[in-house]
């Protein structure tokens, strides 16, 4: 457990709201139903065999899926939330608005509708 507990330590969640993602404002909302996946993620990649790339099957399906989940890990061990949810925001298109100039996503049940759509 506490191999753990040295992984977490310099992690810390933020609770969406806007931010500039090369050079575009950003809104995220509603974060709670995506981000203990995205930490989920980082969690698996960070402690587990699975985050070598030859124990995942050769379908583009699945490489495509481990290049996002890498990229989300990379993002939350920088602290940068905003981007692992773009990313997973954009790889399940979750459907956005544009409110007073800034590209928002609320990301309520998104967990659910990923599954749907793949």
């Known amino acids: 457990m506490r191999k753990y507990r040295n992984i977490l330590k310099d992690i810390k969640l933020c609770n969406g709201g806007t931010e500039i993602i090369d050079g575009k404002s950003y809104c995220f909302s509603n974060t709670c139903s995506i ?3 995205l930490l989920s993620i980082f969690l698996v990649l960070s402690v587990s065999s699975i985050a070598n790339k030859r124990a995942l099957d050769q379908t583009s399906n699945s490489i495509e899926l481990y290049k996002v989940f890498v990229k989300i890990k990379d993002f939350i061990q920088k602290n940068n939330w905003n981007s692992a949810r773009l990313e997973w925001a954009n790889f ?22 990923a599954f749907l759509k793949k």
């Open 35 to 37: 981000d203990y996946w």
């Open 92 to 113: 399940i298109g979750l459907k956005k608005k544009i409110i007073n100039g800034s590209i928002h996503f609320d990301c309520f049940a998104s967990i659910s509708i």
